[in-house]
């Protein structure tokens, strides 16, 4: 039985290694992180690296729920496919497993409590713009990328793991802004 950890951020500014130090100590031999939304399992290869990895009697673990995901069917669908391939899911705060029978009606409350928060979240998110837009506060998002630095960086031949680097970002955001740039061009 191997115990494997997922950690997961949703954006690049925040930082897995209070999740990853929890892991270890709760004796995860291998953890995987990954900086992506849990909003859908879109993109999230490290997750999906993982639940390929994953034999009989071995064990997911992570911190909390919304870790693994904040949409119920997501989580429902992340447990089923981890125990068709003979594999349990853990989570540790609070601490809940799917060992057990009680494990899958909790996991399934708390997977429709993540969901109702995350609504809950960008219910406010949209309250809080439009009050700002009335006081004229509100001018949109701030960029969180240089674009125009990843795509001089590419055209100067840098490859995508040392634009990553420099651009603090991620190389599949390096290639999204990339595969963007192209369409553009393509279309003027």
């Known amino acids: ?18 999740q990853q130090q929890r892991l270890q100590s709760e004796g995860c031999v291998i ?5 992506v939304s ?29 870790r693994l995901g904040r949409d119920t069917r997501d989580v429902l669908n992340i447990v089923h496919e981890c125990e068709q391939r003979g594999a349990f899911v853990t989570i540790l705060d609070p601490h809940v497993s799917t060992r ?3 494990g899958h009606v909790i ?23 439009a009050r700002a837009r009335q006081a004229g506060a509100y001018h949109g998002g701030k960029a969180r990328l240089n674009h125009e630095l990843i795509r001089t960086l590419h055209h100067h031949g840098i490859g995508a793991s040392e634009i990553a680097r420099r651009a603090a970002c991620s190389r599949m955001q390096v290639y999204r802004i990339l595969a963007a740039s192209d369409h553009e061009i393509v279309e003027k």
């Open 1 to 18: 039985m191997t115990k494997i950890g997922y950690a997961r951020v949703s954006t690049a500014d925040q930082d897995f290694e209070i």
């Open 107 to 129: 996991l399934t409350v708390l997977g429709m409590v993540a969901q109702m928060e995350r609504r809950f979240i960008k219910e406010r998110q949209r309250e809080g713009i």
């Open 38 to 66: 849990g909003a859908s399992r879109e993109g999230r290869t490290e997750l999906a690296t993982i639940i390929e990895f994953l034999r009989e009697g071995d064990e997911l673990v992570v911190t909390r729920l919304d």
């Open 31 to 35: 953890i995987r992180a990954e900086k």
């Open 100 to 102: 057990g029978e009680m």
